[in-house]
T-cell receptor, first 119, second 109 residues
């Protein structure tokens, strides 16, 4: 059981280049998320997908696009990378509710992160 | 605007003592709050969830309190060990989980 798998783990880009971060989960979860983590800023939500076929903007969506390819996979694309997008990116999926009658109270399962540097 | 505040300064304590970390929030009415642990170079890992109608939740050496009047959660690790050294994040329920910046805990032998 691999959980949440992110690729690549490390990437260096030049300003203006594009790339896609891949994320896959094998836990049959409906909801998936992309966060970025920067020193002094904490985890900030970029985009999320409540279910297959739907995506919504989070707190910091500018400069990113996402695709929920199927229930397992949720990718994040940088069309024209900028130095401000240098960060560690985490994908996460939402587990089952932690109590009877709860909605969305599941724990988040995170991947190991993708460390992106834009020069 | 909504804010989640955790102590930005690292917390250094001696092995065996109780560590207490604070999470304060404003302009939120969360139905629940979660705590996560993050080790360097790794993704966060879920520890505990506490609901708005619960005052306290325990799991082994961990204890979390939730005071919706004070808008504060306290996270306690009793009998702390060097292996407890990590960054601890609180997260509040919204349309997605919103995270604080985390507090770094260092437990020294």
């Amino acid at each position: 059981n691999a959980g949440v798998t992110q690729t690549p783990k490390f990437q260096v880009l030049k300003t203006g280049q594009s790339m896609t971060l891949q994320c896959a989960q094998d836990m049959n979860h409906n909801s998936m998320y992309w966060y970025r983590q920067d020193p002094g800023m904490g985890l900030r939500l970029i985009y999320y997908s409540a279910s297959e076929g739907t995506t919504d903007k989070g707190e910091v969506p500018n400069g990113y696009n996402v695709s929920r390819l199927n229930k397992r996979e949720f990718s994040l694309r940088l069309e024209s990378a900028a130095p401000s997008q240098t960060s560690v990116y985490f994908c996460a999926s939402l587990g089952s509710p932690l109590g009877m009658g709860d909605t969305n109270t599941g724990e988040l399962f995170f991947g190991e992160g993708s460390r992106l540097t834009v020069l | 605007s909504q804010k989640i505040e955790q102590n930005s300064e690292a917390l250094n304590i001696q092995e065996g003592k109780t560590a207490t970390l604070t999470c304060n929030y404003t302009n939120y009415s969360p139905a629940y709050l979660q705590w996560y642990r993050q080790d360097p170079g790794r993704g966060p890992v879920f520890l505990l969830l506490i609901r708005e109608n619960e005052k306290e939740k325990r799991k082994e050496r961990l204890k979390v309190t939730f005071d919706t009047t004070l808008k504060q959660s306290l996270f306690h690790i009793t009998a702390s060990q060097p292996a407890d050294s990590a960054t601890y994040l609180c997260a509040l329920a919204g349309y997605a989980l919103n995270f604080g910046k985390g507090t770094s805990l260092l437990v020294t032998p």
